[in-house]
């Protein structure tokens, strides 16, 4: 028999942490043109001018955080994130749900919603700029279409995959439609749904940050695109780096919810223990 040999925990971080040092270094080396010769470009400058340097693009957080100028831009768009992925979530939820237990809603509305799912969602950037204006309600619109379709098919599929023997047993033992839904149907879905924020964090960040391209005055979106016009790399690249940094926080958030809430699971290998 062959056994699963899982790494330690404590080894597996400082691994990560090397690998995030290595490819700062590897990245320092190539865009110095001190340190090799020029292998792309006939000009070793050029490297630095379009990959960046990584020392200046650390330099240009520190600055960020130490003169306070990113505290503004950052808290508009994680405003704007957190609301995209709350209220996305909670339609995708609410929505997957009624039309996993309505066969015939769910039958009328499959053409429909099979449509909107593919449309490139960014193209309604500008309408909603119409309709809500330049605040942070056409961003946070933008992140609702963004993370709702991720959310609903999980929760769609998620009550389907309901056992059917389950089902039966819950209805022998007298369960009615509400305790079906809090017992069974919920439970079942919620590792799916679990599993699909873990993308809508990403994908809600993406409606701020695109949303805030196309109109604001604040946001680290509009931090990057100010630095875009006048060719600043590094600039760009700090706030790629600070807007990947908060999204893998708000991912753990999303992890430590869905460890206490699943507790009830059983880990992978367990039930063969049994």
Not at 179 to 195: E, K
């Given at each position: 028999m062959w056994k699963t040999l899982r790494p330690n925990r404590a080894n597996l971080v400082i691994w990560q942490w090397l690998l995030l040092v290595l490819c700062f270094v590897l990245w320092y080396v190539l865009t110095s043109p001190t340190l090799v010769p020029p292998f792309y470009f006939d000009d070793p400058d050029k490297a630095a001018f379009f990959f960046?340097?990584?020392?200046?693009?650390?330099?240009?957080i520190w600055e960020w955080f130490t003169g306070g100028e990113i505290y503004l831009h950052l808290w508009v768009t994680l405003v704007e994130t957190v609301l995209a992925f709350v209220f996305g979530t909670a339609l995708g939820l609410g929505v997957g749900l009624w039309l996993a237990l309505a066969p015939t809603a769910s039958a009328l509305f499959d053409p429909?919603?099979?449509a909107a799912n593919s449309m490139p969602r960014v193209i309604l950037a500008p309408i909603f700029g119409v309709w809500f204006g330049l605040g942070i309600w056409s961003k946070v619109a933008l992140g609702v279409t963004l993370v709702f379709f991720i959310v609903f098919f999980n929760v769609y599929q998620g009550v389907k995959e309901v056992s059917p023997v389950v089902l039966a047993n819950a209805r022998m033992l007298g369960a009615n439609r509400k305790?079906?839904?809090?017992?069974?149907?919920?439970?079942?879905?919620?590792?799916?749904?679990?599993?699909s924020l873990h993308t809508s964090v990403g994908l809600a960040f993406v409606g701020s940050v695109v949303g805030e391209y196309l109109g604001s005055a604040r946001g680290v979106g509009y931090l990057i695109l100010q630095a875009e016009g006048t060719f600043d790399i590094n600039t760009v690249f700090a706030g790629i780096l600070v807007l990947t940094a908060f999204a893998l926080i708000l991912d753990a958030i999303v992890?430590?919810?869905?460890r206490r809430l699943m507790k009830w699971q059983p880990r992978s290998g367990d039930t063969e223990k049994l």
């Open positions: 960046g340097e990584p020392q200046k693009v650390l330099q240009r429909y919603v099979k305790q079906l839904l809090r017992f069974v149907y919920l439970p079942s879905a919620m590792s799916w749904v679990f599993s992890g430590i919810a869905e």
